[in-house]
């Protein structure tokens, strides 16, 4: 037996009990992992202490798996990263670089405590390796499994999920959403996938209806005739009351342009469930207007494409919409400080070193074949531990991408709160569509350019010089208010005030297909980069200027 000794400090019998449960996890993955080549590489069989885990075991990225990972997609070698079978490989979205794919060997399913529930997503068409592993984001293999294990549960049958088409899936599960007014819960990967289902549902609610009053969907989808076959079977024919019904809420809503549309089409609602924090947290008021205040919006879980798959759950969602208590039992988390993450060699914390309201770069050592690898998510800590039995609650602020003009690494979550500022003060009557913002280093010194699409409100005029002006002025108070190296720089003239150039309508949609060229996850899997230096979306943005 192997025992670790992660602290040396043991005055405190909280941070005992702390210690034996995140020690029994990395202890149980580096003993299941030991024969792996990966394995003997770094030497797990001789760690029997923190330190001898931090010296054989560097801190980690892609690249330092990417030739096993190789060696199994294209010649099934078994035993180099993780032990077992590879169950599929799942691409990554490809945001800030090229796809990678990842494998897994397990596949969990969600468990909904809701009754009935409407998923929004699109579909992966599925690809495998030339061995014949499946390659399927990690989000759609688990809402497979998880349909197939209970389909009463939700209000669409799995062939509408089955649709690789963003616009057709929402269409098709929006008909069936509105055919039950039981729906007690939507679940989305995205925020912006709920928002962009809302808007489909305002455009074409009168052919929704009207597919209900028939029992037959329209002819324009993009599904074949075998799919629409099976769909119109689970529509279970004409339901002339129920679009009687949906045709009175929808002429009301109209009247009071859907503000709360949705508690009533679904009186039972009471939470929908998707990512909404750092960049995402954009879009949250934008889809809390269309569910008014009886539904909860929050995120269930932190969850990504590395295994296993899911970090931490949302143990209250009305207190804390989207903060995530850790799952220290199945995945060893350290913690490098927001400040060391560009540093060569950084400080690393424990789960039980951490402090409240600090922030963080979070590395995982994982059962599934990655240790103290950095998989680039920026956290905030929101409750440290209290007590042995708890971990720490964080709240997921963005990416470690981050934009630099000299070192106020300005992020994701940066630019989408100043800009939610500018949305509540001075531009109050615009609504931001989308943005992106880049390094503008013509002018001396440099500046940060935001590159908006907007919708002015009525009256329909466009921005004046003026506003332009005020509104640039507005985001460099921002920005100083909320990093303090921007300010600095700004005080020693090293960064100029930033430039507001406006996009034509649609720009975010090409962007959305140079991201899709990438990679083969789902369009609504993508996220869209806030910050980028990338010369490829920048050429879209620059050939898409509104006159």
């Not at 029994?24 to 760690?47: H, M, P």
């Not at 970090?311 to 989207?322: A, D, L």
């Not at 500046?447 to 507005?474: K, M, N």
């Amino acid at each position: 037996n192997r025992s670790l000794f992660l602290v040396t400090k043991r005055s405190c019998s909280n941070r005992l009990d702390i210690l034996t449960m995140t020690s029994s996890t990395l202890l149980r993955i580096l003993s299941d992992n030991t024969e792996t080549e990966v394995g003997k590489r770094w030497d797990f069989a001789s760690i029997h202490s923190l330190e001898v885990f931090r010296r054989n075991v560097p801190l980690t990225c892609y690249d330092d798996y990417q030739p096993y990972i190789e060696r199994m997609v294209e010649k099934g070698e078994k035993n180099l990263i993780a032990r077992g079978e590879v169950v599929f490989y799942a691409p990554t979205s490809g945001t800030t670089s090229k796809s990678k794919l990842l494998p897994r060997f397990s596949a969990p399913t969600l468990k909904f405590s809701t009754k009935k529930n409407l998923l929004l997503l699109c579909w992966h068409k599925d690809t495998t390796t030339s061995l014949g592993v499946p390659i399927t984001p990690a989000n759609c293999a688990v809402i497979g499994a998880t349909i197939d294990a209970d389909q009463s549960a939700y209000a669409a049958p799995i062939e509408a999920y089955k649709i690789d088409d963003l616009i057709t899936a929402l269409y098709v599960q929006l008909v069936f959403g509105l055919l039950d007014p039981s729906v007690e819960n939507i679940w989305s990967p995205f925020c912006p996938t709920v928002l962009t289902a809302f808007k489909l549902l305002i455009e074409e609610w009168k052919q929704m209806v009207d597919n209900i009053r028939t029992g037959v969907l329209k002819q324009s989808l993009r599904i074949t005739d075998a799919q629409k076959k099976v769909l119109e079977e689970s529509m279970g024919g004409s339901n002339p009351q129920r679009a009687d019904d949906l045709e009175a809420i929808f002429n009301q809503s109209n009247s009071e342009n859907f503000e709360a549309l949705a508690f009533r089409l679904w009186p039972k609602l009471v939470t929908v469930d998707a990512l909404g924090s750092g960049p995402l947290s954009f879009y949250v008021p934008k889809v809390k207007y269309y569910l008014g205040k009886e539904v909860c919006l929050f995120s269930s879980v932190y969850a990504a494409s590395e295994g296993p798959g899911l970090f931490g759950i949302n143990k209250e969602p009305f207190r804390h919409p989207s903060a995530y208590s850790l799952l220290t039992e199945k995945v060893f988390f350290e913690f490098i400080p927001i400040a060391e993450v560009e540093s060569e060699n950084p400080k690393v914390y424990l789960a039980e070193e951490v402090k409240k309201g600090e922030v963080y770069e979070i590395v995982l050592t994982t059962n599934e074949g990655l240790y103290r690898y950095r998989i680039g998510d920026i956290v905030k800590i929101i409750e440290a531990f209290s007590n042995g039995s708890q971990s720490p609650l964080i709240d997921l602020l963005g990416r470690t991408k981050t934009l630099s003009l000299h070192s106020e690494k300005l992020s994701d979550f940066h630019v989408s709160k100043a800009l939610d500022a500018l949305g509540k003060g001075p531009w109050k009557q615009y609504t931001v569509k989308d943005f992106i913002v880049t390094a503008d280093l013509k002018p001396i010194p440099p500046r940060h350019q935001f590159w908006l699409e907007i919708t002015p409100a009525y009256p329909c005029v466009d921005i004046t010089a003026s506003e332009r002006t005020a509104g640039e002025a507005f985001l460099d108070t921002q920005l100083a208010k909320i990093n303090g190296s921007y300010a600095s720089g700004r005080e020693k003239n090293m960064i100029s005030s930033p430039k507001i150039t406006l996009l034509t309508s649609g720009t975010f949609a090409k962007i959305i297909e140079v991201l899709k060229q990438r990679s083969p996850v789902t369009e609504a899997q993508l996220k869209m980069p806030r910050t980028t230096t990338d010369p490829e979306l920048i050429a879209v943005l620059e050939t898409n200027l509104k006159p």
